[in-house]
């Protein structure tokens, strides 16, 4: 990659890390038609554009297809499978888990305005990053129910992708964990009568398996704090919601810039709200550098 690429790259890292998702879309898309090899683009792009999805626009099933692509060009060019595997686990997981946030806060903020109670100043922007405005539960059922089975499907591509992996089994385990928690809300869905019941009566089957597959993986791992924990941090480049600097014995965690929604503490693992300036967890302390003194 040549060097004005590579500064593009930095870019559009910078972007998707600060959630300013379109710009960094539109960055390496610029990247991939000077280099259609940068398969590290391509997959990057693919989250742009899953995290920019809400209930009503965009197609967060797409990030499969691109990263899919990614690890086939990854292989082609001789790039380093292991770590961009391990990359790809650590994103996804991050993606989904703040995807199901988003969700439940939506539907939390629904509930209580039907409830005739005032909705927190949260409900007025994610359920503008939706613009379903005027909406009642009733009509947020379908476009919630199948965003919530779209981001089942991305975990489920994960867990294929990370199956056998011996070297990732910590990344599985946590990805499993999410798995069971986001079938038993599309189950809870039931119900309401629109959720098909050969959809349900799959989904009874496919948590009952990933139980299975979670308790097994805690056993040869012999740990089970690993499913709050997302492992060994991928190096290269910055993440939405993860400190780039970190000095685990001092617990202090440096980010470049303070995230739109959550923080990931990196000595526990915890996912919070990223207002918070410590970890509620483990007292880690976060610092932000665009934090205005």
């Not at 969700?103 to 994610?126: D, G, M, Q, V, W």
């Not at 965690?253 to 919070?272: D, K, L, N, S």
């Amino acid at each position: 990659m040549t060097p004005e690429l590579e500064k593009i790259m930095k870019l559009a890292n910078s972007d998707l890390a600060a959630g300013r998702y379109a710009d960094a879309e539109t960055e390496y898309a610029h990247v991939l038609e000077r280099d259609p090899d940068a398969y590290e683009a391509l997959h990057a792009r693919g989250m742009a554009r899953t995290w920019r999805s809400t209930l009503l626009d965009g197609d967060p099933i797409a990030l499969i297809n691109s990263t899919d692509d990614a690890l086939k060009l990854c292989r082609k060019v001789g790039g380093d499978e292991s770590e961009f595997l391990n990359r790809i686990s650590f994103e996804i997981i991050n993606l989904t888990s703040r995807k199901y946030n988003e969700l439940t806060r939506i539907y939390t903020s629904i509930a209580r305005k039907e409830n005739l109670k005032a909705p927190s100043p949260l409900f007025f922007y994610t359920w503008s990053l939706s613009r379903p405005q005027g909406m009642s539960m009733d009509d947020i059922y379908v476009p919630m129910i199948n965003y919530l089975a779209a981001i089942i499907m991305v975990s489920e591509y994960l867990d294929r992708l990370l199956e056998g992996r011996e070297d990732r089994k910590d990344r599985r385990l946590h990805n499993a964990g999410n798995l069971v928690i986001f079938y038993d809300w599309l189950i809870s869905f039931e119900p309401t009568g629109w959720v098909h019941d050969s959809y349900y009566q799959d989904i009874l089957k496919k948590k009952e398996k990933m139980i299975a597959v979670r308790e097994q993986l805690e056993t040869e791992l012999d740990a089970p704090e690993f499913r709050h924990t997302p492992g060994d941090f991928p190096q290269g480049r910055p993440l939405p919601g993860l400190a780039i600097d970190a000095d685990k014995e001092k617990k202090e965690a440096h980010f470049p810039v303070r995230p739109p929604f959550e923080v990931i503490c990196p000595v526990c693992g915890t996912i919070q709200k990223s207002n918070r300036s410590i970890c509620y967890q483990c007292s880690c302390k976060f610092f932000f550098d665009d934090d205005v003194e």
